[in-house]
């Protein structure tokens, strides 16, 4: 193998650079030449195909985002596109693909692989809902903006004896919801895995004031209901003073976190390394803190993301 290509698609999570990077380095540092895409499976397609250079990588690791840019590119569930991106891998001479991105983008290199065409897929996304690893690039750096806008929301709610509805990212899994309304000392935590009772986090509330905390947090994932939905639900239960905010995009942005870049670094370097061992066609991760490669099709066919919910009776037995 001469030659390998990195995309990066769906939606971005800091991190993502880091990764590149790895990639990149590492199948340069092996003799090999490592072609960058951009637009994700869009620009592949296209042919935005350029050949990376070792001296640009480094000063790319602590930004957030993705140099290789996203985009979204729901043309390419369709077999036809997908052996146009093949078409145009041979014509690079590209012979592995490697792609980092969520779930939409695991399948779309899943189909390369059920085409023939050699690719791995390294889990990059802020919701951590990938089957096959514990954790996802730019899911801590997403957990960490959360958690301090939710304590700058707490300052607030405590001077004024407010109940604050927060919506944070996460359509199909609570992670972000579960780990930033942990570390924030959430009342409530809402998350698509579980079943609520608005009454029940109501009557908490306020009972809470009677108790002596006359504020109030609750962090809802957005796949449940809009903040503004379920700040709406929660004042017909009681008399609260209460606001609600959607943190939205600022949670994908910024510089990310230590444990984000050494997860990049770990994951990117293994994908070469698997590559030049010639194995391919796999979903590769992180579990009990080692790496871990399994089949991409069996991964995404059969597996699902398990959200830890024991993370919400924790919650519960620690809160106010
Ligand atoms: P995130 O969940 O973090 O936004 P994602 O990778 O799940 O990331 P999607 O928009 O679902 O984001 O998918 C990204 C891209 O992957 C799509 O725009 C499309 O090009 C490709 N893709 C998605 N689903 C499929 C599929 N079933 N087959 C082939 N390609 C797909």
Redesign the pocket.
Known sequence: MKRIGILT???D?AGMNAAVRAIARSAMNAGLEAYGINY???GLVEGNIFKMESTKLDEIVNRGGTILYS???????EKET?LKGIEVLNKFGIEALVVI????????A??LTMHGFNSIGVPG???N?IPGTDFTIGFDTAANVATEALDRINDTATSHQRVFVVEVMG?GAGDIALWSGIAAAADAIVIPEREYDIEAIANKLTENRKNGKDHGLIVVAEGVMTAAEFKEKLDQYGDFDSRAVTLAHVQRGGVPTTKDRVLAARLGDYAIQLLLEGKGGLAIGIHDNKLVATDIIDTLENHKHQTDVSLLDLNDRIRF
């Not at 991105?101 to 779309?108: I, L, R």
């Open positions: 698609s769906g939606g999570a994700g499976y869009k985009a979204r590119y729901p043309e390419f569930a997908q991105g969520g779930d939409g983008s695991y399948h779309g899943e189909k996304t802020i919701d809902d359509r």
